[in-house]
């Protein structure tokens, strides 16, 4: 049966009526702070955003690696962050130290795969890839402004290298709005005070949700060339599937228990697969595609949104823009995202200068909450950093920050036993060699409503994946039992 988005959320995920109350007066709070902000929103359209990305092209770095950016500095950093989001990381007490990421080649049979599948790949005139089997399907020096460009740059995000898939063991969803503190909020104590050294400076933390996320990629996957690229040589569990996905909740009370899976198929115009297990219902429910750009069990996510871009790119249509120069937090310095500031939503870490290849996507669906969005892609290792969302009316909603480890880096490995949050099964950690950036955090601001969702991933880690193990999490006829 399948659940519209309405229907799921007044199911299971019916607001309480006093944390409804709550949002109501931050809403009067958030009008009068919306109206003395130093970006108005209202006014901030694409022509806007273009026009921080037309002067970038030109625009010379003017510091060096070691320097620290602090406040009074800040107009040498403004030409590299977008215009939108300069609010966000520029502020008094601001330190951004600027670090070279180095070398970041991806991994070496993603290499291989790419060498020896080059120039095989195709686009149909819908869109959809062709003819693809590993490796990075197309040359990004060669893009230029356009559709063609842009249908090629989305599929080389949608198979970059991500050795066999992500497990996170720990991933949080922070509700946070603007001003205020949360030094009281029962975050700062739990288990006896461990997360508070990840969560300084202010913001007004409204809620935490937590609980694991798995992803396994099964077909055009470098790793498995003896196969034609396919896990399992793509039969049985594996047989006609890109990836799986899992998301679950573990807490608070009212959601743990909750579990949605997204199954991708190979091929490119075969919509989804998704479900998501209910346990105020004890059932697993089949959802409809509306859900997965729709608000994540109240937060400024959508399951969409995961990576900067986690959908179907046969439901949108592409264009590339060009490339920018962005200081972003490429190989992060800590193992876990530490946060700061006045609002509690900016990173504080090493930022490095990074060549990103610009993609506009384009819903084609009606329903879709987005018009457009921006999404910037690192040149080198395929991962998002940025982004930003525009709603119908051409104004600027969401902006996105995406923060990354190294595989490689010591402080990553940790003596190769991974993290201590790392996914709870035998040899859930990186190999040596993968030489993959991590996702390590992902953080949402709605500019709109001067509130965010910080996504923290904790033990995050690429895995070699074990079919049969992974079975027991990614199969919908396991989802009601759980991790």
Known sequence: MVVTVVNFLVVRFKRAKREKNMRNQFSAVALVVALVSPLVVNAFGESDYMGWFNANQSAQPQFVDGDVITYDKADLVRPFIPKEFQDEWIFQGMEMTIKDAGDMQNGQVYQDATKKNYGTATIASDGAIENYAAGRPFDPEKFVPGADS???????????WQNDGVNVGEVEWVWVRRGGNHDKHEIMTRSGGKYAQYYEGGGSFERVLNGPYKRYLMAHNAKHESTNYQVNGGKGFAKGTEFREYTGFVSPFDIAGTAFLILRYDDPRKADDSWAYIPSLRRVRRISVEVKSDSLLGTDHTLEDFYGFNGRPMEHDWEYVGATNILVVARSRNRETVYYGPNGWA?????ALRKTDVVKQI?????HPYAFKFIHVDRATGESYYAN???KAGELWKVWQLTKVWTEDPWVVLDGKGSPFAWNEPGQFSPKGTNFQLFQSINV???QNNRGTLVPCRGTEAPNQDLRRAKRVLDVNYLTEGR
């Open 389 to 391: 969302a525009f709603d």
């Open 347 to 351: 990173v504080k870490d090493d930022y």
């Open 445 to 447: 601001i709605d500019l």
């Open 150 to 160: 842009g249908w090629k740059m989305i599929w080389n995000w949608n198979y970059r």
């Open 363 to 367: 819903p084609k669906s009606s329903a």
